[in-house]
């Protein structure tokens, strides 16, 4: 697999920690964002932002930013699409997604989705972690818990999610099964540690130190 296009997904409104971007927050003696892009930038060809809003204030990153094209807040679907359709004007075949608040993000996160989607048609895979026994959220039945805004995702299928959008589909995970989506296991957790609450950002930064 040639190296994808990666999305970087900060379209949320960060309602937990008052709302603005949560990845321009400090962190350490940069921000959670610039520990996110460094990340990924050595396992993707080129980075892309997806943000809603002015994009003015990512400026100083030097990235394309994309806004979602399915109004009202669609959920990070329409980050993925958003990013989908940028790939096609660039001439990639496939996109991986990681979201703007996860700054220990894995480092090999490109090359484990791509080696469970061989022999995939159009490559689509969730990361996924072990359970947690008190963790419920996104399991799948296999009893790994899914990241559904980490993933690879094919271009090929953009127009089908678009149209499911716009049906008003929001949970990842029935587009993804839909489709024959697969896992791929990651076996730290915390390395999809995200940011949410002031809380979360003092264990971030005891994590960093």
């Known amino acids: 697999m040639s190296a994808p296009l990666g999305v970087i997904l900060a379209g949320g409104q960060a309602r937990r920690m008052g709302g603005g971007d949560k990845g321009l927050l400090p962190l350490g003696s940069t921000t959670i964002l610039a520990h996110v892009i460094a990340r990924l930038q050595p396992q ?19 990235l394309p930013v994309v806004a979602d094209t399915i109004p009202g807040f669609a959920g990070p679907l329409a980050g993925v699409l958003a990013g989908l359709d940028h790939a096609a004007t660039r001439g990639f075949d496939q996109i991986v997604t990681a979201a703007a608040d996860t700054p220990f993000l894995p480092a090999d996160l490109v090359a484990r989705l791509g080696a469970q ?20 959220k996104s399991m799948s039945k296999s009893g790994l818990i899914r990241h559904p805004t980490f993933g690879l995702w094919p271009v090929a299928l953009r127009d089908d999610l678009r149209a499911a959008l716009h049906e008003g589909l929001k949970k990842v995970v029935l587009w993804t099964d839909r489709h024959g989506g697969r896992e791929a296991l990651f076996p730290d957790s915390q390395a999809f540690f995200n940011v949410n609450t002031p809380e979360d950002l003092a264990h971030a930064e005891a994590l960093l130190s």
Do not use: K, M, Y
Not at 44 to 62: C, K, M, T, W
């Open 44 to 62: 993707v060809s080129e980075i892309v932002l997806n943000a809603n809003g002015d994009p003015a204030r990512f400026a100083g990153l030097g």
């Open 117 to 136: 989607a061989r022999g995939q048609a159009h490559p689509l895979v969730l990361a996924a972690t072990p359970r947690d026994v008190e963790e419920t």
